[in-house]
């Protein structure tokens, strides 16, 4: 036994300078911390995310950066997992040391990482979550450019009457995201007179929705309200056609991507009905239009994929948001930027982007209040519905 | 034929009733009859496939019988597991070389010491020091039993770096190391060269005078008829005969199952 | 000298939080030691009895979700119309509710799982931890399904004014540290006494082995008991120390990260799996201070794990014990009892 | 509304819908059994529980995803090919990984196989990122539709395409001189091998054979779901489900088993919680290890 000892001091000892010899970064780079699902279940939205942040990176330094300096997107992947989110959160804090963070796409992943923002002091701005956990848990750390499911559900509120709602199912993940959501449009839609049937979830990595499915047809509502993420919606487009599931579709929080629907369940997207937070069909009716049009246009240049449009946005306003913290703090440090982000006013294309103080007195996280369009898709064209 | 065993003979040490086995279709043993007295050495003799090893299995609990019974002091085996069968004394060894062979040959009879130890889960996971004593015990204990056998100097060897006759050795003072009071062993000298054989016939009859008894199957005449007090013969699960050696060496049905019909008649 | 090695090495170790002052090398010196306390656990089964049990991230997840879960308290409902209610309790209580938690599971499954050996036994192992992983993530009530338990308490012991927090990396690396000493002096005490020496006759020999009167079931039991309490202990200091669980802690690839670190270190070995795991705790962030996608780091691990398996199948320790001239079976203490004991006759 | 009607509605409804969980359970029984055949014909011949398969599986779909999408080769053509390109690739991994561990124990090919699994999975992510991927088919989007129950074509076709390699997997062990070699190197391999059998080829065909299943599984099943590289996890996890139900090694078991997981899974989730979908497969095989422990179809083994 003993002399085993020996070989793991040896070991130690030949991996010791392996591990202390971590690369130095650019040090004059102002690097921004991005925790988002390169991998997973959400890979293909937190990709898009990734994406937008990058075109965001690109035109601040050929723009001369900020500060003087440029600045340096640090891209981790969460792996669509909330352990993982959190452990990308303690890297870029403790190793790159970054003094903000854009992140964690999810409404899970972003909880998860919460607490972290607080016991390192480190602010980060939200581009996607949506559950209104996020900014009302008491977490200062927290600037979210995102919509809640609240405000989504309340700007959908029009639209119970136009289109007739009489009864409504819902699906959606068993996660903060889609329960969330449910809960929200569940009582916005009871409020309004709407018959609710069945609620079925099912898990984020699932893949065949025959069950649930069959027991929202026996239901017989003629409305099913589905929270999700673009992959599954497409699964369950295509099943649901496959089970003769004639009812209206309406899929929200945003991150349905029309354009991909179209191109990958075909048909079967027709005649449904998708909450979006920009409309790059016809951007015109944003509030910043040249924004959209800049962001847009560069996307397409680079050959991304232009159902990802929908999701990209998120990170490009996400960085812009920082970078003018950044700006109005005059340094790249965390409380400085903290203080700073409540008074940044960004023309993004979420709208104009400014933090108003959510949660318990003294505590309390920034929100943004963006806006929310619907649209629907008829013979593969997206169209929009007033909201 | 002895027609009077149908009872327990009551110094009989086991005792085998009408223990049947079959396979399927198959029967390996048919209502197998026989007893081992305290202090004996009897041999179960017969030809490949007369059930010889089936019967060593059905005993120690490696077979459940299809029917029959087997009893030891006066209790019966059935239905209880191997281990538990080595604890109530009945303890045996392997036709093909059986030690553990990645371990050193004094681990290979501390391994067979398992019953001889007290310790405890809980005392050992404490490190109480009445486990640090028990080990010196059992150390001394084990070296003891290398002693019996010869293989004290090949204590720190790999088991399965021994020659095949010191193997078989190590079988047997593994199977000594878990105090049997009836011991047997499964074709013990197959293998071994003249001289070994030898050897180990002086070690039936040590332990023999260590008063345990013995069950022997084997095919090495000379070596049955050498150290048994007596031999019980099997033929396609039958027994044919049961005696003294010299006794069951004139049965004429011995000689005609051992060497055939023709054979028999010649030699009458 | 080399009799003193041990102590030094641990002294060495404790040093640490008082030299080092980079947080992020801590983060992962705590996940590596906490690995190699689930891996030191997986040996014993893996290594001493033979097993190939696959499922053992299943006793580390409980050890988790039971220690976060008692820490966090809550309420479920346990079959229809049975409420249970817990309220939150101290951390140390929780962390031994964990501990325990795994250590029925353990004594459950082993004693489901050993009717049955080989092929039948892997998958039968690997079954276990998925569902557990299931209904971690189904159970929303009890456990967040896929939300996660987060916000876990970190450790505190003693009482209002002398009062030890474990939420600093200093703090948390000797508490890790400490239990993985405790760990293996546990696993060594058993190995090397009755219990150990029935479980190695399993392996090397079943039916030699009940032939002797080993009750060979009953130290599979026991071997996994000890084992899973152990890894739900490492889950218990992984939950306070992460402080959130998700059902993703149940993953196969957790087990498979302790099965490498046990095989490439050596199974059977009682340095084995501390080689292994220093090896693959710290190779993750070396290949990632090289920047390797992980993508590329988990082939590397695949692709390791079989060339161990072709040319160092016993793996490091004792491969080097064998060029050294050591073997572990000469090394141990008996060889000293024996020339002890040939002195003495 | 009467009361009575209603009540006869709801009954109505409640046949429809279990009638519908039937119709999709015996749908993907099909490709279930095709998976688990695959896998208990390699346990049964080589005695390598095959870590690898879902890996297969998964490689399947990215072939079949790599030639209909940006290739745009013929449905049916792509389908053969993934199938094919499986054989292949079944045959490599026993060549390079298994051919040289013919006498090793059970658990030291499980560990080459685990490695093997490892490096191929993140060998799919590297290569075609954590994104998902959906292939077009060339099947009429409307669904084939009988009363209140529907199917689409595609999934009718997968489970015919399914039912026909079953078959011929039957009529292969059954019927050939290959397969009279697979058996009796199943019974025996030590006699059969002196018998005259070339163990290295049997081993070889098996290994290829089971990993051309399922990459057909794969290639069938790639247009109905999307393609991700975890996609071989959930599959092989129903394999190793599925063969022990049936036992290791029997392909009526296989098949048999492949069917009640389907039906467990789709009344399971119907009836009970969809959330306990996957978990379906692992609770019969605890069941099943309560009952009898060597799965239902099992086949003797002598314990020697």
Not at chain 2, 7 to 19: G, I, Y
Not at chain 2, 240 to 265: H, M, S, T, W
Request: aromatic share 8%.
């Amino acid at each position: 036994m003993s002399i085993q000892f020996g070989r793991i001091i040896r070991t130690c000892a030949i991996f010791a300078p392996l591990l202390f010899s971590s690369a130095a970064g650019a040090q004059d780079a102002i690097k921004i911390g991005v925790s988002e699902p390169l991998t997973g279940a959400f890979a293909a939205s937190g990709n898009y995310v990734a994406q937008g942040a990058k075109i965001a990176e690109d035109e601040i330094n050929a723009a001369g950066g900020v500060l003087g300096r440029k600045i340096q997107l640090i891209i981790e992947d969460n792996k669509s997992n909330p352990t993982e989110a959190v452990s990308t959160v303690e890297k870029l804090t403790q190793k790159d040391k970054v003094p903000i963070l854009m992140g964690a796409w999810s409404s899970t992943l972003t909880l998860a990482v919460m607490p972290k923002l607080e016991e390192y002091g480190v602010p980060m701005v939200v581009e996607t979550s949506s559950s209104g956990k996020i900014t009302t848990a008491g977490n200062p750390f927290i600037f979210r450019i995102s919509p809640t499911s609240e405000m989504e559900a309340k700007a959908f509120q029009p639209l119970v009457a136009k289109l007739g709602i009489k009864k409504a199912d819902f699906l959606f993940t068993n996660n903060d995201f889609g329960i969330g959501s449910g809960a929200e449009y569940a009582k916005m839609l009871k409020a309004n007179g709407v018959e609710v049937g069945v609620s079925e979830t099912m898990d984020p990595k699932a893949t065949d929705f025959s069950a649930q499915l069959a027991k929202i047809k026996a239901s017989g509502g003629d409305t099913l309200i589905v929270t999700t993420a673009v992959e599954q919606l497409t699964l369950i487009l295509k099943q649901a056609k496959d089970q003769q599931l004639k009812v209206r579709v309406i899929s929200c929080g945003g991150s349905n991507s029309p354009d991909q629907l179209i191109e990958q369940a075909g048909e079967a997207a027709n005649g449904t009905f998708h909450t979006v937070f920009f409309p790059p069909w016809f951007p015109e009716v944003t509030k910043n239009p040249d924004v959209a049009k800049r962001y847009m246009d560069e996307w397409k240049k680079r050959g991304h994929n232009v159902g990802g449009l929908t999701e990209g946005f998120r990170g490009y306003d996400g960085i812009f948001t920082i970078v003018a913290a950044i700006k109005a703090a005059g340094k790249a440090e965390p409380e400085a930027l903290r203080a700073a982000l409540w008074g940044v006013q960004v023309k993004g294309i979420y709208g104009d982007i400014a933090f108003i103080k959510q949660g318990p007195a003294g505590k309390e996280s920034g929100q943004n209040i963006p806006s929310v369009h619907l649209v629907t898709i008829t013979d593969g064209k997206v169209s929009k519905l007033g909201l | 034929m002895n027609p009077a065993r149908d009872s327990a003979k009551p110094d009989a040490l086991l005792s085998v009733r009408d223990l049947s086995i079959r396979f399927g279709g198959l029967t390996a043993i048919a209502s197998m009859t026989f007893d081992a007295n305290a202090g004996e050495i009897v041999s179960l003799i017969g030809p490949n496939g007369a059930g010889k090893t089936s019967a060593f299995n059905a005993i120690t609990g490696y077979l459940k019988p299809t029917s029959g019974d087997v009893r030891f002091k006066d209790r019966s085996l059935l239905g209880l597991s191997s281990n538990a069968i080595a604890a109530r004394g009945v303890v045996r060894t392997f036709q093909k070389t059986s030690v553990f062979g990645g371990r050193t040959v004094l681990d290979n009879v501390l391994m067979g010491l398992h019953l001889r130890s007290r310790q405890t889960a809980i005392s050992i996971l404490l490190g109480l020091t009445s486990v640090a004593r028990e080990e010196r015990e059992l150390t001394d204990e084990a070296i003891e039993m290398l002693a019996f056998v010869g293989l004290v100097p090949r204590a720190h060897e790999l088991a399965s770096a021994l020659p095949y006759g010191e193997q078989r050795l190590l079988g047997v003072a593994i199977a000594l190391a878990a105090k049997p009071s009836l011991l047997l062993l499964d074709e013990p000298v197959s293998g071994l060269n003249p001289a070994e054989k030898a050897s180990f016939m002086g070690l039936i009859r040590r332990i023999r005078a260590r008063a345990i008894t013995i069950v022997l199957v084997e095919h090495d005449m000379r070596t049955v008829m050498g150290v048994s007090d007596r031999v019980v013969v099997l033929n396609q699960g039958r027994i044919i005969c049961d005696g003294a050696p010299a006794e069951v060496q004139r049965n004429p049905e011995v000689i005609k199952a051992y060497l055939g019909e023709g054979f028999a008649r010649a030699h009458h | 000298m080399t009799r003193w090695l041990p102590h030094l090495f641990v002294l060495f170790l404790a040093s640490v939080p008082l030299w080092m002052t980079d947080n992020y090398i801590l983060h992962i010196l705590i996940t590596t030691g906490i690995f190699i306390i689930a891996a030191m656990s997986l040996n014993l089964l893996l290594g001493y009895t033979g097993q190939l049990s696959l499922g053992h991230v299943a006793f580390f997840g409980i050890g988790a979700y039971a220690s976060a879960l008692l820490s966090l308290g809550f309420e479920a409902h346990i079959a229809p119309g049975l409420l249970v209610k817990v309220l939150p309790k101290p951390v140390w209580f929780a962390m031994l509710g964990g501990i325990a938690s795994a250590a029925v599971c353990g004594y459950a499954i082993g004693k489901l799982a050993f009717r049955v050996r080989g092929a039948y036994f892997v998958i039968v192992s690997i079954s276990f931890a998925e569902v557990v992983r299931l209904v971690a993530l189904n159970w929303v009530e009890l456990t967040q399904g896929p939300m996660a338990l987060n916000n876990i308490p970190a450790l505190k012991l003693g009482a209002a004014g002398l009062e030890l927090s474990f939420l600093k990396k200093p703090m948390v690396y000797t508490l890790v540290l400490a239990v993985a000493v405790l760990s293996y002096v546990l696993i060594r005490r058993l190995v090397q006494s009755r219990a150990g020496r029935a479980m190695i006759a399993l392996r090397e020999n079943e039916s030699l082995a009940t032939s002797v009167g080993i009750d060979v079931t009953a130290y599979l039991v026991l071997a996994t008991v000890v084992a899973s309490a152990i890894a739900g202990a490492a889950g218990a200091l992984y939950a306070h120390y992460v402080r959130i669980v998700d059902p993703d802690i149940f993953l196969f690839i957790y087990t498979v990260t302790m099965v490498i670190m046990v095989v490439t270190g050596g199974k059977g070995t009682l340095a084995g799996p501390i080689v292994g795991g220093v090896l693959f705790g710290l190779l993750p962030e070396s290949l990632r201070a090289m920047a390797m996608p992980p993508e590329v780091q988990w082939i590397a691990y695949g692709v390791l794990m079989v060339l161990v398996v072709y040319f160092l199948p016993r793996g490091i320790v004792p491969a080097i014990n064998e060029r050294w001239g050591a073997g572990e079976a000469t090394a141990s203490p008996l060889r000293n009892l024996v020339v002890a004991a040939k002195a003495r006759s | 509304m009467r009361p009575g009607a209603l009540d006869r509605d709801q009954r109505r409804f409640s046949l429809d819908q279990l009638l519908q969980h039937g119709l999709n359970a015996i749908i993907l029984g099909g490709t279930y059994a095709l998976l688990g055949i695959g896998l208990t014909l390699i346990f049964g011949i080589m005695k390598v529980v095959n870590f690898t398969h879902g890996e297969v599986y998964a490689f399947g779909a990215y072939v079949m995803f790599a030639l209909v999408m940006p290739l745009g080769v013929n449905f049916f053509v792509a389908l053969v090919l993934a199938m094919a390109l499986g054989i292949l690739l079944g045959a490599a991994i026993e060549l390079l990984l298994l051919s040289r561990l013919r006498d090793a124990d059970i658990d030291t090919t499980m560990l080459v196989m685990i490695g093997a699994w490892i490096a191929m999975q993140n060998t799919e992510q590297l290569a075609w990122t954590g994104v998902a991927h959906s292939i077009k088919n060339p099947f009429p989007p409307e669904p084939l539709v009988w009363g209140a129950l529907s199917v689409s074509w595609n999934r009718l076709f997968v489970f015919a395409v399914a039912s026909l390699l079953i078959a011929g997997t039957y009529y292969l062990v059954n019927w050939t001189k290959f397969g009279k070699a697979l058996r009796a190197t199943f019974q025996d391999r030590d006699t059969a091998a002196l018998m005259g059998v070339r163990i290295d080829r049997v081993n070889t065909a098996t290994f290829a054979l089971g990993s051309g299943l399922a990459a057909a599984a794969g290639a069938l099943l790639g247009p109905v779901f999307v393609v991700v590289p975890t996609m071989g996890d959930l599959a092989a996890s129903k394999a190793f489900a599925i063969v022990i139900l049936g036992g290791l090694g029997s392909v009526v078991g296989a098949t048999v088993g492949g069917f009640i997981l389907a039906f467990a899974e789709e009344l399971g989730s119907g009836y009970i919680s969809s959330g306990y979908r996957d978990a379906m497969g692992f609770v019969l095989i605890i069941l099943i290890l309560l009952v009898r422990p060597t799965g239902l179809f099992a086949l003797k083994e002598r314990i020697s």
